[in-house]
């Protein structure tokens, strides 16, 4: 009895063994037959994505027919059913395009590059049309592209320069980590000037994570990250110019080339010029706008050395010289009683190298590495600032997707000198180095569930260690209600270059140092909600809800020790910033809304003493109206909401609104558009003096509402 026992256990492990099948499948683009990076499959009730090479491999499979799904961003969903046990080894998917310009939605900031709808850390994406509408209004930066998403702010530093930063949910921009293709290049000295000196044609996408962000990429992302992801060649030429001018004085002339010249060679380049002459609408001598000439030359070079190996190398450069202050001394008319002004002069070059190979159909191997060179000098009457900031970035990686699985892991090394040219006395030089490690799983736990988990340690000399645990899931209630849970933690380390140094041009301002000052470490935690449901005819409509917190201990402040000395102390206490941020698309026909609304409640906590985040609106609201005919039209109007703000002085900053209004008419190769931006002339100038003394020795309130005002500005896009 046992032996027939025995023998069928035999032949039932045989015939299960002999029912798990294995299907692999390579997808591509039907029309260009480039393979499409984590494509979505879904079978036997399983969703698995595809490799880098667009190749999926799924293991355990029964016999018999199953149906399979193929899907991707911006493609026609393709349904086969296959029969097993299979002769066929590997099938080929061919995908449509649903639109022939359409660009793939892959988002690389979490590492993981997944699709948008498969991310469990929740990403803002923006690209496409948005980015050329924003580009209308600021050609020559991406502050406009930036300061106009929900729960996002850019604070002016100089009331003359225009100098700025960017705030996300209410934190000060230092605690915002701003990438260039993954590699950080906008930190440190660079950070007042980072967001002026980017323009926004050679950008493929921008992507951007909110809320602590630091085990991604390191130190730094407390409050956020941006991520500006830059166009990589196609087959087909790309060839772009841009051309706009102002009502203020500006010109932008910009240009792009992209093309994959070969089997083994691809290039980009993107070069521009930017300036602006000096502008004071508000008739008080003083520049809104300061007068500058900016050149930025950016070349990029493809070599794909093989069908698993591949090589890019690019360079960054920027020059440009900028001066605000009394409009009389820069036009050359200067007297006794005009004698101020704010000069800043950059030189900037960076390089950047990034090596991919694909080991095998499930791993492959991740080398980058940058050099940045930074030279700045402010100078104003009797003070000069300047000094030189020299960056190293290497990163080398290690990322293995298995069927519900996928891990990366990684070293890098950031080195962070900055050398003084005029103030030895001060002596303010200082050199950050900082190793760490990383390792990220993103795993799908269900069809309707997937966890992404990380973990970085990173040693700061001088200033310790600090261990970074994150972890977020996204939950797939049905196929129009989903919601993402995270949260994570991060640190900054200590600098000279914060917002409030750069108000007063460095001015006086104390050395750190590792015997006062510490490593400002925080947590923090996001739960939004997406709402899409199905509609019938041309009507859309979705909403996204967003809890944030975040805990940001021993915060760095400026501290004055005299009346003309100041130092940065971590305060005995912490801030802690909490709200909600509310975005809503409705769409009908040809037409679009945009509702944005953002709550923050950001406190300082220092002893017994509690107070609002200064330059922080408890209340904003983003408006979008858009009117598209494809090809032919596009006409916009918006309104934006800020409510009031708690100054450095103790007083507050009245509410206003700003409005805007664009129209764009397109043919094959060119269009032309016009954009009234702030048409009803919201000023801080009409609302109260922006700086108290005499012209000659000003001093500067916050700035905390626009100065520069109503501006009308037009141009031409050329396509080739």
């Known amino acids: 009895m046992k032996k027939y026992v025995f023998l069928m256990l035999m032949v039932l492990s045989g015939s299960q063994l002999y029912s798990q099948n294995i299907f692999k499948a390579l997808i591509r683009d039907s029309r260009t037959a480039e393979p499409l990076p984590k494509a979505t499959v879904m079978i036997n009730g399983e969703i698995t994505s595809a490799d880098q090479n667009g190749f999926v491999r799924i293991e355990g499979l029964p016999n018999g027919k199953l149906p399979v799904r193929f899907s991707y961003i911006g493609y026609f969903t393709r349904t086969d059913s296959i029969v097993f046990p299979s002769s066929t080894d590997t099938i080929a998917v061919l995908l449509a395009p649903i639109a022939q310009e359409i660009d793939e939605v892959v988002i690389t900031s979490t590492r993981s590059t997944r699709t948008i709808q498969s991310i469990p850390t929740r990403v803002e994406f923006i690209a496409g049309e948005e980015l050329e509408e924003k580009g209308n209004m600021k050609p020559g930066d991406i502050r406009m592209l930036l300061a106009e998403s929900t729960g996002i702010q850019t604070q002016q530093t100089s009331a003359t320069s225009a100098n700025a930063s960017i ?16 590699f950080p290049l906008f930190s440190g000295a660079a950070s007042g000037l980072g967001l002026l000196q980017t323009a926004p044609l050679d950008l493929k996408q921008v ?34 110019f841009h051309l706009n001018a102002t009502s203020a004085g500006g010109l932008d002339i910009n240009g792009f080339y992209g093309e994959r010249l070969s089997e083994k060679l691809g290039l980009t380049l993107f070069a521009s010029r930017n300036s602006n002459s000096a502008y004071d609408p508000a008739g008080i001598d003083l520049t809104a706008i300061p007068e500058f000439e900016r050149y930025y030359f950016n ?16 360079l960054n450069t920027t020059f440009e010289n900028r001066v605000g202050g009394d409009i009389h001394f820069i036009e050359g008319d200067a007297d006794a009683g005009h004698t101020y002004f704010e000069r800043n002069r950059t030189r900037r070059a960076s390089s950047q190298l990034s090596f991919q190979h694909v080991l095998n159909e499930r791993s492959q191997v991740h080398l980058k590495a ?14 000069s600032f300047s000094g030189v900031q020299k960056s190293l970035f290497s990163e080398a990686n290690y990322s293995f997707t298995g069927n519900r699985s996928e891990w990366i892991a990684g070293l890098n090394v950031f080195a962070d000198n900055f050398e003084e040219q005029n103030s030895p006395t001060l002596a ?20 309707w569930m997937n966890i992404e988990t990380g973990l970085r340690a990173d040693h700061v000399a001088d200033y310790g260690w600090a261990l970074l645990p994150r972890i977020s899931a996204l939950f ?9 849970l995270g949260g994570g933690l991060g640190y900054k380390a200590p600098t000279i270059f914060t917002e409030e140094s750069e108000r007063i041009h460095y001015e006086g301002v104390l050395p750190i140092s590792p015997s006062l000052n510490r490593l400002e470490k925080s947590y923090g935690a996001n739960l939004d909600f997406n709402f899409t449901p199905s509609l019938s005819g041309d009507v859309s409509f979705s909403i996204n809800h967003l809890f944030f917190y975040t805990y940001l201990n021993h915060p760095t402040f400026l501290v004055p020790l005299s009346a003309e000395t100041y130092q940065l102390q971590n305060i005995n206490g912490h801030i802690d910033t909490r709200g909600t941020e509310t975005n809503v698309k409705l769409g009908f026909d040809d037409f679009q809304l945009f509702l944005g609304y953002t709550y923050t409640d950001a406190q300082v906590h220092e002893g017994m003493s509690i107070v609002q985040n200064s ?7 983003n408006s979008v109206l858009m009117y598209e005919v494809e090809d032919k039209w596009k006409v916009g109007a918006e309104a934006y909401y800020f409510g009031k703000q708690n100054l450095n002085t103790g007083a507050t900053g009245k509410a206003y609104w700003t409005t805007g209004f664009m129209a764009e008419k397109l043919w094959e190769t060119f269009s032309l558009y016009v954009n009234f931006e702030n048409f009803l002339d919201t000023r801080q100038t009409k609302f109260s003096n922006i700086y108290s003394g005499s012209i000659t020795n000003p001093v500067f309130t916050d700035i905390y509402a626009p100065l520069d005002g109503f501006v009308v500005n037009g141009g031409l896009k050329i396509r080739l």
């Open 370 to 383: 940058s050099y940045g060179y930074f030279d700045r000098a402010i100078t104003v009457p009797d003070y």
């Open 476 to 484: 797939k209630v049905s196929n129009t209600l989903s919601s993402r």
């Open 428 to 447: 303010r030089d200082y050199s950050q180095n900082t190793v760490g490690a990383f390792v990220q799983n993103t795993f799908t736990v269900t069809r």
């Open 615 to 621: 330059l922080t609106p408890a209340h904003r609201i």
């Open 299 to 314: 070349p990029k070079i493809f070599l794909y050395l093989g069908e698993k190996t591949s090589l890019n190398v690019g």
């Open 207 to 240: 992507e951007i994570i909110k809320g602590s962000a630091s085990t991604l990429y390191g130190g730094g992302a407390i409050a956020g990250l941006v991520n500006l992801i830059s166009k990589t060649p196609r087959n087909e030429r790309e060839l772009r």
């Open 167 to 182: 705030r996300i949910q209410g934190l000060d921009g230092r605690y915002t980590q701003i990438l260039k293709d993954g």
